[in-house]
């Protein structure tokens, strides 16, 4: 019999712990399989790649608790636990199960680093010992657990101090303090947000560069470094939240090697076995440095690292776990080398934050030791001028823009998400990089290359020449940055490159810089030098277009069908081609796809790629709404897409053709209008009651999207909504239940798993409510629905997937809208349904004979799927339940009933009538519950400015707050089904039914 | 203005010229695949003669500095770069590369796809280039002897350590005096066209330095450095760990396009350590020489199983082919000259005590 392996995941997307580990999971998972393992896999995350049943053996979306897990373990026996692959979670589980006994009870070993080293790299007082015991310098700091002991330490040492809250995510309840004032504020979040109530206080040393290194290890103690990199933001601003190039651009060989060596030497002393990272403070004027932090296991850095370089590090770090050494690990990448090898580089990386800031207006934008980006995109060049252009063509949003000089010096002051943008308008107009550099410390170097990229601005508005454009491409210089600068549209450049055959190279990432001969399928490009493979040699090869950077409204879910899709279209003997620039996600695993092109996604480079693939068809439908955007363009370049064409989405997508559509087939909708100006709007809104909800248009994940309750309210949305988001949809606002359905669709038949319903009434963002799989709905009403589902559907002769969202309200059942694309929730159907659904969604865009089975599936149990909000870092805003997503996660349970799933959403939380549960209508002196150490839950669904402060208040102590009552009733109801019942997700049905 | 290198087989890359030259500046092209140490490769006497391309394509980042050298001046023929940077910021910089490369007169070629050519010379093996202002075909003459010219006419003493230690010149680069003095040596640096003074120097250890080119090139000093080497502990780096090799009897042969850059990782057979090492070296010692010598592998590189370094079975002497005084490169291997100056004492204690 095989050994079992433990695996633990992350849990759902927050901030600091985001699809990375989905990645690194999903590698470890599969290397385990590799060696003969059998792999048992707790995580929560339904839309991860990492949780579909064919990654490991027995999938449990289960809590992250040790009591959830010991059952499992029970369940499973497993022989061996590895948690270095699921990030923090994982690890603090480990340290926590450990402590239990519970690996000791069942007779489990640790694989991989173990618990007394992550506790060494964790721990602060244990990690300033390994520190001294090494003769590596830490930066001066104290470990805090009063306030009385900070005031001292931070008048010993002066201010500015830095908090550090220990055993926390993402930097999670830290801050800069600069006077007494802050300290108060920092102490008070900081000792709550830790779990052992221990916050680290230590001298700023704001200003320093920041350098990381990844680091592997073996069981006989061989490092290796993997990659370094060198944050533009000097420390102060946490990794996450920086920009960062690799390998490193400002530092002498000699100090790359000190840091280096001093890596090795703490990896080693913690006798870590797979990967390490660690972070290291360099004084820009001398040699002395600072170990920050270090992290006993692969990270969001090493999901970098590992793209950044080409080395597999979770893969490797899987194997290392399991015994290997890495002299005798093979680099798959040039199949020559050795895991020993260390990677080079002969390109530059740029990795670039992606924030929820366009989304979250009222957020407080300031960067520092808290991490607040969602998400983030890499780009790779041989000039660092052009890695920096394709890291913001890569961004996917509107760019800052600053109507002054002042304002564009408020976000460089006070580091904010803006302050790239801000420099490169400072530059701009003309302000000089020594006040720059005095205001930021950003290396001259880097600030060099910013000017260099203003340089070629200028120098395009007054030039065009071939030979300058053929220049200006070197330096990154795209076609939408043409048109912006010069006034001439992007169309008319692409004609122009076409006509003067300016068209980029394609270069391939192999670890050894072309040294040894390497098989690989990376691939970037550039127009520095010349293209370097040939198109892949396919009889039918296809291109699926990725959704980009996580941001809210855009999680890992599409990344999830992108490689469902790519494992589709490969078992139907297409070549697959992945044009993606996400380092975090699988899709950019170049082992997913038979080619990766890690590149943004602009037209302008989707369109060189098809071209120099010649590619027979083009998905677009399963890159979330960034990948549907191009259908259009793409199809006029004369390219198929897959499924429908885009005057088919079209229909379905712009609210006027819809309502026209949904009314020539006899399909109800909700009573509204499309207003072209705020003229219409005022007019529309005059024939409707209060309230309505008005929606922009071509936004992600409802942004924008309020329910509007008077006049008043309509000329403030007026004022705020931009002219690009006309025209808005005005609907009447009906309460009642939502009921989404997932489908797929051969054009005369379609397929149906069952329904979804929301918990939570309609116009709370889909995204953000609760709902349950499959749902328990009047017969008559999911009659209707799938009949209106089906009607849509074939009417457009629609092939493919997609999903429909209803309002049912009393008996009768309205359309919301339609998503012709993967949707959010395919994952959760797809595996709690145990069918294919993107596999059979791919077979019908380009199988005429594909049909679909005629029964529904048989699921055996219920899934609740709930959101997750990152308020740990996004506290000041008001978390109420609306139209605006605001989850940046979610999670699923099974259970036997609904009730029980639900209950294990909040198995975690403390009963309704314990005093640490504080409800807002019957329960009094708010004030006084929240400072007592026990207030967990907190339930105020008001509108006023009193509930959103008190709200506010209560996320910033931590708590748990319930802001709608549906959510807050199943809260209550699932109290008594409380229960210990872990489900593994069965097993997939294999292939899609053939006639 | 336009400049062009030019392969032996004809393959020619275009690029930017750093001047204009009068003939082509011509010499065995190889490449680097380090990401930082421009500098310490220019300098370092080892690439004497060559052409070395640089395959990280920004060069110059943190510009040059007066202290960061392995000797006192250039000793390439030439450069290749993707881009050479004409600013600098590093607090210890003295000067751009750019400012550096025309002071000390040596031609480079920018915007040429580095990786091209690296992967010519990988296809190909190591080969002649030239480097002018149109294409123009390299003399097909291998260069030989470049160790005569980087070998120093004089003794010298450097430091005042209570251990003596010879330092045997074939072009010893700045990094290896300065680790020596630093473990305590007072090291007298000696051409090796000298080699018969050092017995009257009664050292407590010799040190054989790297060098360029082919350690053929001495074969006949090598009686007379076998005679050395059999009174007194040594330890030889690149260059010299060849000539240790020869003196005992062993061959060389020349790699087809050699190791170059700080990711090479290497074995030591006696524990089954592996570290990453500094390389610079197109010649190499086979392995199947060894056999009938006094010397065995003591170290492998990991990737190609070839010789990085030998032990003498009895006598105390060792060697490494890789570059343990790092700069470039890592500083993984050290640990060979603290081991040196461990066997250099332990012989001390046994000879006089």
Redesign the interface.
């Known amino acids: 019999m095989s050994e079992k392996v433990l695996v633990i995941g992350s849990g759902p997307i927050i901030i600091g712990q985001a699809a990375e580990f989905d990645y690194s999971g999903t590698q470890g998972c599969l290397a385990l399989k590799e060696e003969g393992y059998e792999v048992v896999l707790v995580n929560n995350n339904p839309a991860t790649i990492m949780t579909d049943p064919e990654i490991a053996d027995s999938v449990y979306c289960e809590p992250l608790t040790i009591e959830s897990i010991e059952t499992i373990i029970q369940q499973e026996k497993p022989d061996s636990l590895l948690a270095g692959l699921g990030g923090q979670t994982a690890l603090n589980l480990a340290v926590e199960l450990q402590g239990a006994g519970i690996l000791d009870k069942y007779d489990m070993k640790v694989l991989g680093t173990s618990i007394d080293s992550i506790q060494k790299g964790e721990d602060r007082e244990q990690f300033r010992q390994v520190m001294n015991d090494t003769d590596q310098p830490v930066v001066e700091s104290q470990v805090i657990t009063t306030l009385d002991a900070a005031r001292s330490f931070a008048a010993h040492i002066g201010f500015p101090v830095i908090s550090r809250p220990a055993y926390t995510l993402g930097g999670r309840g830290g801050g800069v303090a600069y006077n007494e004032d802050d300290l108060e504020i920092l102490m008070k979040d900081g000792l709550k947000a830790s779990p052992i109530s221990q916050v680290i206080l230590e001298k700023s040393i704001a200003g320093f560069k920041e350098i990381e290194y990844e680091v592997m290890r073996d069981k006989?103690?061989?490092c290796?470094?993997v990659c370094n990199m060198e944050n533009i933001d000097p420390v102060g601003v946490h990794t996450g939240d920086s920009i960062v190039t690799a390998?490193?651009?400002?530092?002498?060989?000699?100090e790359?090697?000190?840091l280096?060596?001093s890596a090795?030497t703490i990896v080693d002393s913690l006798e870590v076995i797979g990967g390490c990272n660690v972070q290291f403070a360099l004084d820009?004027?001398?040699r002395q440095y600072y170990v920050i932090e270090v992290n006993p296991r692969v990270s969001r850095s090493s999901a970098l690292a590992s793209k950044a370089t080409g080395y597999p590090i979770a893969k490797m770090a899987a194997k290392l776990a399991l015994g290997y050494?890495?002299?005798e690990l093979m680099n798959p990448l040039t199949g020559?080398?050795?895991a020993?090898?260390?990677?080079?580089?002969?390109?530059?990386v740029v990795k670039f934050p992606r924030w929820p800031f366009d989304k979250f207006k009222d957020a407080n934008r300031t960067l520092g030791t808290k991490m607040k980006a969602t998400g983030e995109v890499m780009a790779i060049e041989?000039?660092?001028e052009a890695a920096f252009q394709k890291a913001i063509d890569s961004l996917d949003q509107t760019l800052p823009t600053f109507a002054a000089i002042n304002d564009a010096w408020e976000h460089i002051e006070a580091p904010t998400d803006a302050r790239f943008f801000a420099i490169l308008d400072l530059l701009r107009q003309g302000t000089s990089m020594e006040k720059i550099f005095d205001a930021t410390g950003i290396?001259?170097?880097f600030l060099?290359t910013f000017s260099r990229m203003i340089d070629w601005e200028k120098r395009l508005a007054g030039d065009t020449s071939v030979v300058t454009v053929k220049q200006a491409k070197l330096y990154g210089v795209s076609d939408t940055k043409l048109a912006e600068v010069t006034g001439i549209p992007v169309e008319e450049w692409a004609s122009f490159r076409a006509t003067h055959d300016i068209t980029p190279s394609y270069?391939i990432v192999d670890t050894?810089?072309?040294?040894?001969?390497a098989e690989t399928n990376y691939v970037y490009s550039t127009y520095?030098?010349?293209t370097?493979i040939e198109p892949l040699k396919a009889e039918k090869k296809a291109l699926i277009i990725g959704a980009g950077p996580i941001r809210i409204g855009q999680g890992v879910e599409f990344d999830y069908s992108a490689v469902k899709a790519i494992e589709s279209l490969q078992k139907q003997g297409y070549t697959t081609v992945m044009i993606n620039n996400n380092p975090e996600t699988v899709s950019t695993d170049y082992e997913t796809a038979d080619r990766l092109y890690f590149e943004p996604l602009k037209l302008e480079n989707i369109l060189d790629i098809a071209a120099f693939e010649q590619v027979d068809i083009v998905f677009t439908s399963f890159g979330g709404q960034t990948a549907l955007n191009v259908t259009e363009s793409i199809e006029n370049h004369g390219y198929k897409v897959a499924g429908v064409p885009a005057s088919v989405i079209e229909k379905l997508e712009d609210r006027e053709a819809f309502y026209d559509l949904l009314q020539s087939i006899d399909v109800p909708h909700i009573p509204g209008e499309m207003c072209h100006s705020a003229q219409e709007a005022r007019q529309a809104a005059d024939s409707y009651q209060y309230p309505l909800l008005c929606r922009p248009s071509y936004v992600i994940g409802g942004q924008g999207m309020v329910v509007i309750h008077s006049k008043g309210e309509l000329e403030a949305a007026l004022e705020e909504t931009e002219a690009k988001h006309y025209p808005l949809v005005m609907d009447q606002f009906i309460t009642g239940e939502e009921i989404e359905v997932e489908l797929v669709s051969n054009g005369e038949e379609v397929f149906i798993p069952g329904l979804m319903a929301h918990i939570e009434e309609a116009g709370v963002h889909s995204g953000d409510s609760m709902a349950v799989f499959p749902a328990e709905v009047d017969e008559g009403i999911s009659g209707q629905i799938e009949k209106y589902a089906e009607k849509i559907a074939t009417h457009v002769n629609y092939k493919g997937i997609m999903n429909i969202q209803f309002l049912v309200s009393g008996e009768e059942v309205f359309v919301l809208e339609v998503n012709p694309r993967s949707s959010r929730t395919v994952p959760i159907v797809s595996k709690t349904a145990a069918v294919p659904l993107i596999d059979w969604a791919v077979q019908a865009m380009i199988d005429e004979t594909m049909t679909f089975p005629a029964a529904k599936p048989h699921i055996p149990y219920i899934a609740v799927k709930f959101p997750v909000f990152s308020s740990h870092t996004l506290a000041e805003l008001d978390h109420k339940l609306g139209a605006n997503m605001m989850s940046t996660g979610e999670g699923m349970y099974l259970g036997k009933t609904k009730e029980q799933a639900l209950a294990k959403v909040f198995e975690h939380l403390p009963y309704p009538d314990d005093p640490a549960s504080f409800d807002e209508e019957k329960d009094e002196d708010f004030d006084t519950w929240l400072t007592s150490k026990s207030a967990t839950v907190y339930h105020n669904e008001a509108e006023t400015e009193e509930a959103k402060r008190k709200r506010i208040e209560a996320l910033k102590a931590g708590i748990t707050i319930f802001s709608n009552k549906a959510t807050y009733q199943a809260y209550k109801d699932s109290m008594e089904h409380r229960n210990k019942e872990r489900i593994a997700l069965v097993q997939p049905v294999k292939d899609g039914v053939k006639v | 203005m336009k400049g062009v290198i030019q392969l032996e087989d004809g393959q020619f890359f275009e690029g930017h010229a750093s001047g204009e030259w009068a003939s082509p500046v011509e010499g065995e092209v190889v490449?680097y695949?380090?990401?930082?140490?421009y500098?310490?490769v220019l300098t370092d006497p080892s690439y004497r003669g060559q052409i070395v391309v640089f395959?990280?394509?920004?060069i110059g980042?943190?510009g040059v500095?007066d202290s960061?050298s392995e000797s006192e001046k250039p000793q390439v023929k030439g450069a290749i770069m993707?881009?050479c940077s004409d600013?600098d910021?590093?607090?210890?910089a003295d000067q751009s590369l750019a400012a550096y490369m025309e002071e000390m007169d040596i031609p480079y070629l920018t915007?040429i796809?580095?990786?091209?050519i690296?992967?010519a010379i990988?296809t190909k093996g190591t080969c002649r280039a030239s480097i002018a202002n149109t294409p123009s075909a390299p003399a097909p003459l291998e260069a030989a002897g470049q160790v005569f010219e980087v070998s120093k006419e004089t003794i010298e003493v450097h430091g005042d350590g209570g251990t003596h230690l010879v330092l045997i010149d074939f072009g010893w680069k700045q990094s290896i005096l300065d680790k020596l003095l630093a473990g305590g040596a007072k090291v007298t640096t000696v051409p090796f066209r000298s080699i018969a003074d050092i017995h009257g120097m009664k050292p407590d250890g010799i040190v054989l330095s790297n060098g360029p080119g082919d350690p053929k090139d001495v074969t006949g000093h090598l009686g007379e450095l076998k005679a050395l080497l059999d009174e007194y502990p040594a330890f030889g780096i690149c260059y010299g760990h060849q000539v240790i090799s020869l003196a005992y009897g062993a061959d060389t042969e020349k790699l087809p396009f050699g190791h170059r850059?700080?990711?090479?990782?290497v074995?030591d057979l006696k524990d089954?350590?592996?570290?990453?090492t500094s390389q610079n070296h197109n010649y190499v010692v086979t392995g199947e020489s060894l056999e009938d010598t006094p010397l065995e592998a003591r170290l492998v590189h990991?990737?190609d199983g070839s010789v990085e370094g030998v032990v003498h079975k009895e006598k105390p002497i060792f060697s490494a082919q890789f570059h343990p005084e790092?700069?470039?490169?890592?500083?993984?291997a050290e640990w060979m000259i603290d081991e040196f100056f461990t066997m250099v004492q332990k012989v001390g204690v046994t000879t006089y005590v």
């Not at chain 1, 020993?340 to 390109?347: G, I, Q, R, V």
């Not at chain 2, 910021?89 to 210890?92: A, L, V």
């Not at chain 2, 850059?261 to 990782?265: L, V």
């Open positions: 006989d103690g061989i290796i470094s390998p490193s651009q400002t530092l002498t060989d000699k790359y090697q000190m280096r060596t090795l820009p004027n001398s050494r890495l002299d020559y080398t050795y020993s090898f260390e990677p080079t580089l002969d390109y530059v041989r000039t660092l290396d001259p170097f060099h270069k050894c810089a072309g040294e040894f001969e520095a030098g010349v370097e | 490449f695949t380090g990401m930082t140490g500098q310490e395959t990280y394509p920004l980042n943190y500095s960061g993707w881009q600013e910021s590093h607090y210890q915007n796809d580095t990786r091209e690296t992967k990988r850059g700080a990711n090479h990782p074995k089954g350590h592996v570290f990453i990991v990737n790092a700069n470039p490169g890592p500083e993984d």
